[in-house]
């Protein structure tokens, strides 16, 4: 199975800031790279797919990157609606796999 | 607008059959555009794959639950479902229903809210 590991598992940002969350692959998955955003009580929403794709609808502050094992996921100034968990998939080969989500929180 | 909405029993016994049905409206479950599947995601924890089908019936389920999972398709209906049986308490998650574009190492555009799901002893 390929393990993917997000970095950081929590962080603490205020409104306006910019925050950079990266995911590993344990083997290149290429850039077969999705990237999630939940709220508490809600389902996960596509915001990123295929790395750098932007899920329409979803603003432009949110931007993906990376391919191969390394990845990241980065909000350019935060919203008070972005405090949420994010987590990556990858796609490559079954099973699919999810990293374990990236809390971020107000501070 | 596509919409997906799982229904099935909230508890289940342990080592009984957990079975759930997600319902798709909005849109056709037959398209060739679209694979559909199920994630979980156990109370804290992070997300898991449990499978996906295609409309023709194909299904490519997790191998760590292969043995105790059925997915099928009802195109009559618009429907797929999920079957798992001999349930444990490790089994009790919020159940998500997603439809899948660009093929199947696309991404899950669509979910369903979820439903939850507890395994009683």
């Known amino acids: 199975d390929i393990q993917m590991t997000q970095s950081p598992s929590s962080l603490s940002a205020s409104v306006g800031d910019r925050v950079t969350i990266t995911c590993r692959a344990s083997q290149s998955i290429f850039r077969y790279l999705n990237w999630y955003q939940q709220k508490p009580g809600q389902a996960p929403k596509l915001l990123i797919y295929a790395a750098s794709s932007l899920q329409s609808g979803v603003p432009s502050r949110f931007s993906g990157s990376g391919s191969g094992t390394e990845f990241t996921l980065t909000i350019t100034s935060l919203q008070p609606e972005d405090f949420a968990t994010y987590s990556c998939q990858q796609t490559y080969s079954t099973p699919i796999t999810f990293g374990q989500g990236t809390r971020l929180d107000i501070k | 607008q596509l919409q997906l909405q799982e229904s099935g029993p909230g508890l289940v016994k342990a080592s009984e059959t957990l079975s759930l049905t997600c319902t798709v409206s909005g849109g056709s479950i037959s398209s060739s555009d679209y694979y559909w599947g199920w994630i979980r995601q156990p109370p804290g924890k992070g997300l898991e794959w449990i499978g996906n089908?295609?409309?023709?019936?194909?299904?490519n389920a997790n191998p760590s639950l292969r043995s105790r999972v059925t997915i099928s398709v009802d195109t009559s209906k618009n429907q797929f479902s999920l079957r798992l049986t001999s349930v444990t308490a490790a089994d009790t998650a919020i159940y998500f229903c997603a439809r899948r574009a660009g093929g199947f190492s696309g991404y899950d555009s669509e979910w369903g809210q979820g439903t939850q799901v507890t395994v009683s002893s």
């Open positions: 089908i295609f409309y023709s019936g194909s299904t």
